[in-house]
């Protein structure tokens, strides 16, 4: 993969699809003050050189993720994690230094789905040792809340929203369009309604109605993700949490205000709480940890680890130097069916 260095109008782009990471480029010219050829040339060279990839995902409910803990045999944990980085249900990979070699993130789009990966084709891989899960309860806050630094306010106010469904569309998307436009935006979250219905046999009229009804019920999101050495916080690690139950509804409201935490999640395991953070230097490790507890009197971290490489987030395998080099396939689905 060859290496680009980004810019102020690279960032300013990267920014601007943060928030709406559809955006069409005729719209986003004007804000960014960069024609929309430009754009599209700038997005796609972000793209191709992995700085930049836009998900479709689930929405998700309770029950269909969790975090799970995973020790390895000696010296096997680089090819346990390429093995299941292969498996869909897996949607992020960290190698991490502390109590576990390797901390999963998984997301399905059935309950059921959880359990079948932990109960059966975890025992597939035979260099794992441990694992412990921690069954996600409710996201508190995501990362595709969190935004860079790099357009004014003025700018931000500008940037379009999804598009709402039109009133004549469909109140309901069907189970078989749904699932095939997950799979589509799975791979590219910026495909367009005509390439998609193209691919699956439908209407691109359909498929855009579907895309904007999913989005405004909540059971479908997008969102763009960046390489983390281009943030600015190159320091992640995980916070293993004890928190009062009263604390809890705190959370809710503080946690926006705490620029490092990319995921807050409630699990149902001997935490209660599980939070990723980004941070500037590993001082801030322990810095961090003192401010949770100071802003949550009672809560106690009970363990933490540091992220040393991130190998697969949210369906993308990542290099080395964290740039995406495309999107797990799985099976392609035969969407007339």
């Known amino acids: 993969m060859q290496d680009y260095e980004p810019d102020d109008v690279d960032f300013s782009l990267m920014h601007a699809l943060q928030i709406e990471p559809r955006a069409s480029w005729t719209a986003l010219a004007p804000i960014l003050g960069v024609d929309p050829v430009t754009l ?16 479709g995902y689930d929405g998700g409910s309770p029950g269909q993720g969790a975090l799970v803990e995973i020790g390895c045999t000696p010296g096997e ?9 292969q498996d869909p249900a897996v949607s992020g990979i ?33 260099d794992v040792r441990r694992v412990r899960s921690h069954l996600i309860t409710e996201v508190l806050f995501e990362a595709r809340d969190w935004r860079l630094k790099a357009l004014g306010p003025a700018q931000i106010a500008q ?31 910026r495909a367009s309604p005509a390439a998609i219905a193209g691919r699956i046999g439908t209407s691109s009229q359909r498929v855009a109605d579907a895309i904007a009804t999913m989005r405004q019920e909540g059971i479908f999101r997008v969102r763009a993700d960046i390489a983390r050495a281009y943030t600015g916080w190159p320091v992640y ?7 009062p139950a009263p604390l809890v509804e705190r959370l809710r409201t503080s946690l926006r205000r705490i620029e490092e935490v990319r995921l807050a999640v409630l699990v149902a395991s001997e935490y209660n709480l599980i939070m ?9 490790v322990h810095r961090f940890e003192l401010l949770l507890e100071k802003l949550l009197p009672g809560a106690r971290v009970a363990d933490r680890s540091v992220v040393m490489r991130i190998g697969k987030h949210l369906g993308h395998i ?19 069916k």
Do not use: C, K
């Open 94 to 126: 960290d190698f991490t230094a502390g109590g576990r070699d390797l901390l999963l993130t998984l997301m399905t789009t059935e309950p059921s789905g959880i359990s079948r990966f932990l109960l059966n084709r975890l025992g597939e891989y035979p």
């Open 77 to 85: 944990v680089v090819r346990t994690a390429a093995s299941i980085a």
């Open 276 to 284: 990723a953070v980004w941070l500037r230097t590993m001082n801030d």
């Open 159 to 189: 940037i379009p929203a999804a598009r709402p469904p039109r009133q004549r569309a469909a109140r309901a998307v069907a189970p078989d369009l749904r699932r095939a436009i997950q799979y589509e935006l799975g791979l590219d979250g």
């Open 237 to 243: 690690a995980w916070y293993f949490m004890q928190v």
């Open 318 to 336: 990542l290099d080395e130097r964290g740039r995406a080099t495309g999107p797990v396939v799985s099976m392609v689905p035969d969407h007339r």
């Open 40 to 55: 599209s040339r700038r997005y796609q060279r972000l793209r191709e050189t992995g700085l930049i990839w836009i998900t």
